[in-house]
């Protein structure tokens, strides 16, 4: 089930999960501030919730004096990738670190040729981007 919902502050929708096949899903929910992903597990028309819930918080994008600072909150143990990528694709920065909760850089941009740039942030549940420019 692939559904998106126009903003609203109250949203009451009821979705018959049971009948979906036998096997493994997720179920995410995004807002202007964060993504919260539920796994569930459906077999023999049961459904059984895990108990775990993972939070992402949107990661905030700053760019000053060609410097790009990128802050990303996340609840999950698990890799952070940080990529910056020109206009043709090709990456020109790659960082991968545990976040361990948060994940705060600066990165400068001093030796990147002018032009528009796209950094992207995320994990394996969640990918996050920013268009930007770096002027000489």
């Given at each position: 089930i692939d559904q998106v919902f126009p903003n609203t502050q109250s949203l009451k929708k009821k979705f018959r999960l049971v009948d979906l096949a036998d096997g493994a899903y997720k179920m995410t929910i995004n807002d202007q501030e964060k993504t919260v992903i539920r796994?569930?597990?459906v077999k023999n028309g049961k459904m059984d919730l895990?108990?775990?819930v993972k939070k992402y918080f949107k990661p905030s994008f700053e760019l000053a004096q060609?410097?790009?600072g990128v802050n990303?909150?996340?609840f999950a143990d698990?890799?952070?990738n940080i990529s910056l990528r020109n206009r043709d694709g090709e990456r020109?920065?790659?960082e991968s670190n545990n976040a361990k909760g948060s994940l705060n850089r600066m990165l400068n941009l001093n030796e990147l040729p002018a032009g528009t740039?796209?950094?992207t942030i995320g994990n394996?549940?969640?990918t996050y981007s920013h268009q930007f420019e770096v002027v000489k």
């Open positions: 796994s569930f597990q895990d108990d775990r060609n410097r790009l990303f909150l996340s698990e890799d952070v020109v920065y790659f740039y796209y950094a394996s549940d969640v």
